[in-house]
């Protein structure tokens, strides 16, 4: 089935460092969305791309769309301790039931030490 | 709080028992998602509705799984004689349109 492959699997960096993460498929996606989770909670949205090419930011994180459709890549700036958890690309995949089911990469989990 | 809200957080169960789960939506979202998630992994989606019809059921929804939302708003999801491999974080979603808002999950653990 499709797959989302997100690399690097973890990141180890020190508070005020930038982080960059990214996010590939084989196969074409019309939206990339970021979502970011912490321990026993649910995916929180931080940012969703709806057109190729596109850059998008929300406050430190800037998100693009790659012009091929079929990546994109997450950007932290000046990172913070509450900025740990782990990074998901996702992206919807059309059903014949109607769905935009949601593929998910594997995560990027992040460690920032102050 | 308008997000998505789940009940309970936390289950743990003995194997063969049945577990029942409630997803609450956002109130203006039509279309309502499940998803299981397992260590190290992503979600992977399991059941879709729109409105109060089940249109469409992931391979991975045995015959144990059934998902209901009768009036389409909220939904529940059953387990029935739950097994050890069950053990997952349930989420839902929910959408107006392609962008989901995920609730906080339900932790499973079956014993």
């Known amino acids: 089935g499709q797959q989302l492959n997100q690399s690097p699997q973890s990141m180890f960096i020190q508070e005020g460092e930038d982080v960059s993460m990214n996010c590939t498929s084989s196969?074409?996606?019309?939206?990339w969305l970021w979502y970011k989770q912490d321990p026993g909670e649910g995916p929180v949205l931080l940012i969703a791309?709806?057109?190729?090419?596109e850059l998008t930011s929300n406050g430190r994180l800037t998100a693009q769309f790659g012009i091929t459709r079929k990546d994109s890549f997450l950007n932290i700036s000046a990172s913070i301790p509450s900025d740990v958890g782990i990074y998901f690309c996702?992206?919807?995949?059309?059903?014949?039931?109607?769905?935009?089911?949601?593929?998910f990469g594997k995560g990027t989990k992040l460690t920032v030490n102050p | 709080d308008t997000g998505v809200s789940q009940d309970p957080r936390h289950k743990i169960t003995k194997r063969g028992q049945n577990v029942t789960f409630r997803c609450d939506p956002i109130?203006?979202?039509?279309?309502l998602y499940w998803y299981r998630q397992t260590l190290g992994q992503g979600p992977e989606f399991l059941t879709y509705?729109?409105?109060?019809?089940?249109?469409?059921k992931s391979r991975l929804l045995s015959d144990r799984f059934s998902a209901e939302r009768p009036k389409g708003s909220f939904s529940t999801l059953e387990i029935q004689r739950t097994e050890q491999g069950d053990s997952a974080m349930y989420l839902c979603?929910?959408?107006?349109?392609?962008?989901?808002?995920f609730g906080p999950g339900t932790r499973l653990l079956v014993l």
């Open positions: 996702a992206g919807p995949l059309s059903t014949q039931g109607g769905s935009e089911k949601l593929v």
């Open positions: 509705f729109q409105n109060e019809a089940q249109l469409e």
């Open positions: 979603a929910s959408s107006f349109e392609e962008t989901q808002y």
């Open positions: 196969s074409i996606f019309n939206t």
């Open positions: 791309l709806y057109k190729a090419g």
């Open positions: 109130s203006e979202h039509n279309r």
